[in-house]
């Protein structure tokens, strides 16, 4: 509780490290999903197969739409807390398919270089699980209209 407090004080009141997070972090799950689409051989299905996912027909284009839809709701900033928790699990599955068994074929520093984008996009995932979306984003502007509607309601 105190760590979260402390992140929130350090890093949630300041509005544009939580949109530039947001913002890369949804970019980048919305060009990757959309990809497993456009190139589903090389990053697919085709890539489901080659690393042994079960249901590769089903699994890839089902990892595809929650990479879509979380990345939008994330880079929109609606419900972004919840469609963290997706993209925390996609990327835990990524590392554990196909960076751990890289890291015990090559080596550490193999595993490291490939796996760059895989711990940015977990740990920017978590970041904003536990932060949330900051004040430039939907969440923020509900949360701010529905305050602004109760206390019309109150005051009639």
Known sequence: MKLRRAVLTELGSKPIAQFLVRLVVGCVFLSEGIQKFLFSDLL?????????????????PFVGVVEIVCGLLVV???????????????MLVA???????????????????EARTDWSMLLGSV??????????????????????????????
């Open 95 to 113: 590392i554990a398919t196909t960076k751990i068994p890289m890291l015990m074929e090559k080596g550490f520093w193999a595993m490291a270089h």
């Open 76 to 90: 929109v900033g609606l419900f972004t807390q919840l469609a963290s928790i997706p993209l925390i699990i996609d």
């Open 127 to 156: 970041f904003l699980l536990v932060v949330g979306a900051g004040l430039w984003s939907l969440d923020s502007f509900i949360a701010h209209r529905g305050g602004e509607q109760k206390a019309e309601g109150s005051q009639r």
């Open 44 to 60: 697919g299905v085709g890539r489901f197969i080659k690393i042994g996912i079960p249901a590769p027909e089903i699994m890839a």
